[in-house]
């Protein structure tokens, strides 16, 4: 169960990510996440958090499939209502709690049974992929939908930044000692080349300057 600062340094961390820092120092003073009972007389979006997240984790939607949609996007957790409220937006729908399940990958830090034989989480077992949204950007139109909120209450907003800042590499490696003599790299390369494996060919046509239609013909 997370406590009261804990939730408050998560909240900031997910306005951080939803609005960028520049939007953050703008929008966030007016964003309160909480109650209606404890909003701050300034705050114009209230986003109610849904408290079996963070007292249950995981666990609390395992079973909650197909997930409810705000405006066509997901909600993970809380309901998908919003409405006005004398001047304020009460969003019922949790994304604060739905972005950091999301950016944290909340669930295969809890759940440490389902694994393979690398120990790695499988994918088909995940709720993007079992809520069929695994190849959209949630998070980011999670941004779009509280950037919106913010303008229906009268904050001018520059447009949110479009495009990708900053691209971290990584490699998945699950045995990096597995072919340690040339003669087993040469074997390898052959047999995939002659199997037609595409994932393989593909890069060495184009470092080759070769198509595949190239090849083909």
């Known amino acids: 169960m997370a406590d009261p600062e804990q939730i408050r340094r998560a909240s900031d961390y997910v306005l951080r990510t939803l609005l960028g820092r520049e939007l953050c120092e703008t929008g966030s003073p007016l964003i309160h996440y909480g109650t209606l009972e404890t909003c701050p007389e300034k705050?114009?979006?209230?986003?109610?958090?849904?408290?079996?997240?963070?007292?249950?984790?995981?666990?609390s939607i395992t079973n909650d499939l197909p997930l409810p949609e705000l405006e066509g996007v997901p909600i993970l957790f809380g309901s998908a209502a919003c409405h006005d409220a004398g001047g304020r937006i009460i969003v019922e729908a949790d994304i604060i709690a739905s972005s950091f399940f999301l950016l944290t990958r909340f669930e295969e830090l809890q759940n440490r049974k389902d694994r393979d034989c690398h120990g790695r989480f499988p994918g088909r077992k995940s709720l993007p992929y079992r809520g069929e949204f695994l190849e959209r950007a949630i998070v980011d139109e999670y941004g779009d939908l509280l950037?919106?909120?913010?303008r229906s209450v009268g904050l001018q907003l520059h447009s949110r930044n479009g495009g990708i800042r900053k691209v971290y590499l990584t490699h998945d490696?699950?045995?990096?000692?597995?072919?340690?003599?040339?003669?087993?790299v040469l074997g390898e390369t052959r047999r995939k080349l002659l199997g037609g494996e595409p994932g393989f060919v593909w890069p060495i046509l184009?470092?080759?300057?070769?198509?595949?239609?190239?090849?083909?013909?």
């Open 43 to 59: 705050a114009r979006v209230v986003i109610v958090p849904a408290d079996h997240f963070w007292t249950e984790g995981v666990g």
């Open 147 to 150: 950037f919106g909120w913010l």
């Open 173 to 184: 490696v699950d045995t990096p000692y597995l072919w340690h003599k040339w003669r087993f």
């Open 206 to 217: 184009n470092r080759l300057g070769l198509s595949t239609s190239t090849v083909a013909t």
